[in-house]
Nanobody, 114 residues
């Protein structure tokens, strides 16, 4: 299985982006799915995750600004990001939660300019 994240780009502070994640194979809708990010010089961190039933969790730094969603039928997970800040600049990845080692893809770069 490969998880391909897309939708990143360059945006000004206060702007919005929507990230999408598509799985090449069937992960199984019972798995929780998560979005993670890694900023330069920092460790990868969890941004948000969502259960098969739609229960969500957000890191405090993104709560009330980001919204995670999933479409089990299409095997996709999305992350709507609003009110973006320069500190949101990172490479964003999707994976199961907890993450599965061999599911990491290349991620998608999000750059927020001040």
């Amino acid at each position: 299985v490969q998880l391909q994240a897309s939708g990143g780009g360059l945006v000004q502070a206060g702007g919005s982006l929507r990230l999408s994640c598509a799985a090449s194979g069937n992960i199984g809708s019972e798995y929780r799915m998560g979005w993670y990010r890694q900023a330069p010089g920092k460790q990868r961190e969890l941004v948000a995750h969502i259960s098969s039933g739609g229960t969500t969790y957000y890191a405090e730094s993104v709560r009330d600004r980001f919204t995670i969603s999933r479409d089990n039928a299409r095997n996709t997970v999305s992350l709507q990001m609003s009110s973006l800040k320069p500190e949101d600049t990172a490479v964003y990845y999707c994976n199961t939660f907890p993450p599965t080692a061999n599911y990491w893809g290349q991620g998608t770069q999000v750059t927020v300019s001040s």
